[in-house]
């Protein structure tokens, strides 16, 4: 089984300031994967797709970047609903697995 | 617009069984792979077993496997778990989800709102 390791654990942010959420896979999981935001109360959204593929609706302002083991998701000036909990999930083989999740608050 | 309504939790005892129901709309059900994710109280999401569009492949995680079963009827629009033998550590909102492909690439590209189960004596 492949483990996603995310970090930081925690990020303590303001709004308008720009952040990179980090993803490290315990094997290679070329561009197989994906970020999820998860608001409290909600069920999770697909932010970005292989890598660096933005999903549909999501804006701009978050962005991804990575291949093989270590991966990135930058998002630009931090808007009020932009804090929330980020997921990193590989797709590379099964079982598919999530990360231990980074906290953004503010 | 895709939507998917989850039903069937509650809290049910140790050992006993359980079936979630997972209703889509707004897109053609029996073309696309789907999924169960749970995540327990407070923790991260953890995937819970798979199906493709024509139920035929399946898959699940090690801890549910021999306990659950994922199931689908195309004609009803409708995913299925059945949870048999349940334990206290499978308490956990329960999550379908909706894959992009007919045969699962494991990308969740929709989510419902969670049913919740407890499992307590």
């Known amino acids: 089984e492949i483990v996603l390791i995310q970090s930081p654990a925690t990020l303590s942010l303001s709004p308008g300031e720009t952040t990179t959420l980090s993803c490290r896979a315990s094997q290679s999981v070329s561009s197989y994967l994906a970020w999820y935001q998860q608001r409290p109360g909600q069920p999770p959204r697909l932010l970005i797709y292989?890598?660096?593929n933005r999903a549909a609706g999501i804006p701009a302002r978050f962005s991804g970047s990575g291949f093989g083991t270590d991966f990135t998701l930058t998002i630009s000036s931090l808007e009020p609903e932009d804090f929330a909990v980020y997921y990193c999930?590989?797709?590379?083989?099964?079982?598919?697995?999530f990360g231990q999740g980074t906290k953004l608050e503010i | 617009q895709v939507q998917l309504v989850e039903s069937g939790g509650g809290v049910v005892q140790p050992g006993r069984s359980l079936r979630l129901s997972c209703g889509a709309s707004?897109?053609?059900?029996?073309?696309?792979?789907m999924h169960w994710v749970r995540q327990a109280p407070g923790k991260g999401l953890e995937w819970v077993a798979v199906i493709s569009n024509d139920g035929n492949n399946k898959n699940y995680v090690d801890p549910v496997k021999a306990r659950f079963t994922i199931s689908r009827d195309n004609s009803k629009n409708t995913l299925y778990l059945q949870m048999n033998s349940l334990r206290v550590e499978d308490t956990a909102v329960y999550y379908c989800a909706k894959d992009p492909r007919g045969h699962h690439t494991g990308t969740l590209d929709s989510w419902g709102q969670g049913s919740l189960v407890t499992v307590s004596s």
């Open positions: 999930q590989h797709r590379s083989n099964w079982p598919y697995t």
């Open positions: 292989a890598a660096s």
């Open positions: 707004g897109f053609t059900f029996s073309n696309y792979a």
